[in-house]
């Protein structure tokens, strides 16, 4: 289905991509060698940059089915009230009564007709992010100071925690067990949150900022009447979320300073961060703006016309625009991935900071 010259360009394009900081994703297996992927792969694929990638080099019909597919997942996996369930219950239905058309009755597998299951499942344990994929690791429940997951992240890290009460070979389970006692006689203080924060300050004049001061000024005056009041960051630390920005990741290879945020009107719109600013007890992100471009993902594929709006929402197609403006830190949605297409670029919010790989 894929030809050579479309595997080439699309593997050069994972090999290139760049992703937020805290996501470890290296695709050093090409697509046609998607066996060798770990879940990590296959999640970031499907909910971030493989509909972007496969729309010009896969046939019409099917790339419409697998945007189908992609929306309904990304939906499920973090959904953000009951009507992304509901809509994603009304996508899979359609998705599975129209496959056989598209790859023949062979698809109509006890594994697809599951998927028709899910938005019942998310409606009664949470989103897909937050449940294991095996059944093992999801019984397995640690509480433990507070927390309580239950997830392959607890079941490692209850290994984890209880490889540290034992040392050496001999009665680990009685060792296990006096260290734990012992915890519970010891009183320790409770464990705080850390508080948002600006992290690694710089000099207004500091010759990375060169490109950006001017404009920054001139904006800023209409801001404030004093530029001295002001303390400029590299980066933002929002208790569990560490947000970047431009001038940060100049360095690296990461892309964490792209993000989703409410304006004025509360609609979602997107920039990325040139610098963070303190103002008396107040943050602010200095962005540059994406603007809406002529076109949407939804010209591209063939799918029901009430399914367009959301398609557009969860992939918008932007170009990157030379104005910019301050979003309070409070205004700030999600980091985003970004995936470009001709001088375009589709986005993805990462709705989950924190998902386990």
Known sequence: MLNTGALAEINSNLVSQRFPHNISVNFNYP????????????????????????????????????ALYSMFVKLLHCPKSYNEIDLADKIIHYYCRTAPHIYGETIE??????HLHLPQQVLTHGGLCFTSAFCFESSILLTHGGLCFTSAFCFESSIRYLKKKAHGTRNLGTQIADWINIETIVTRPPF????STGVNSININN????????????????????ENDIVLFLRFKDVFVTYHTVLYDLPFSCCSYIISYKSTDS????????????????????????KATEKNISDYVSVPAELKSK?????PLRSLSKSYTFVPIVNICHKC????FHDCVFLSEVRVDYEHD
Request: one cysteine or more; aromatic letters at 18%.
């Open 31 to 66: 697509l046609n060698s998607c066996s060798d992927w770990k879940a990590k792969h296959f999640r970031i694929f499907l909910l971030s940059i493989g509909l972007p990638y496969m729309l010009v080099h896969l046939p019409p019909i099917v790339v419409s089915h697998f």
């Open 192 to 195: 705080e949150l850390s508080k």
């Open 267 to 290: 609609s979602i719109k997107y920039g990325q961060v040139i610098i963070f600013l303190k103002y008396h007890d107040g943050y602010y992100a200095y962005i540059q703006e994406y």
């Open 109 to 114: 597998l006890f594994s697809l007709h599951s």
């Open 207 to 226: 010759c990375i900022f060169d490109k950006y001061r001017n404009d920054f000024l001139n904006i800023l005056r209409t801001f404030i009447q004093n």
């Open 311 to 315: 398609l557009d929402d969860i992939f």
């Open 337 to 340: 991935i970004q995936v470009k």
